[in-house]
Nanobody
Framework: QVQLVESGGGLVQAGDSLRLSCAAS????????MGWFRQAPGKEREFVAA????????DYGGSVKGRFTISRDNAKSTVYLQMNSLIPEDTAVYYC?????????????????????WGQGTQVTVSS
């Protein structure tokens, strides 16, 4: 019901910053939770961050707390992931996701199975 397109990935050096964008179309997303996941070669897709709108709650995976920030602009139907102090372990394909099963109900989804719609991903590579 919604199309999600990620952009902003690339090759950077350790310690650099990068901002990913996720543009949504086809359905309004303001009332629904949005999230970011990542998947490195040979590993399972892992939770990175999630955000609601009202109230504006956020949650982060333990490996990115203090370095990454998720935000959203509902007027532009866009979700962002600001990544600072990047390390080689952050290298992965980053996916944007939306939970359209229900409007935000007080708990942010952190599991892959809780999200209903996904983008195709954008590659982030951090060299040492």
């Amino acid at each position: 019901q919604v199309q999600l397109v990620e952009s902003g990935g690339g090759l950077v050096q350790a310690g650099d910053s990068l901002r990913l964008s996720c543009a949504a179309s086809g359905r309004a997303i303001s009332a629904y939770s949005m999230g970011w996941f990542r998947q490195a070669p040979g590993k399972e897709r892992e939770f990175v961050a999630a955000i609601s709108w009202t109230p504006s709650h956020t949650d982060y995976g333990g490996s990115v707390k203090g370095r990454f920030t998720i935000s959203r602009d509902n007027a532009k139907s866009t979700v962002y992931l600001q990544m600072n102090s990047l390390i080689p372990e952050d290298t992965a394909v980053y996916y944007c996701a939306a939970d359209l099963s229900t409007p935000y109900h007080g708990r942010l989804p952190t599991e892959r199975s809780e999200y209903t719609d996904w983008g195709q991903g954008t590659q982030v590579t951090v060299s040492s």
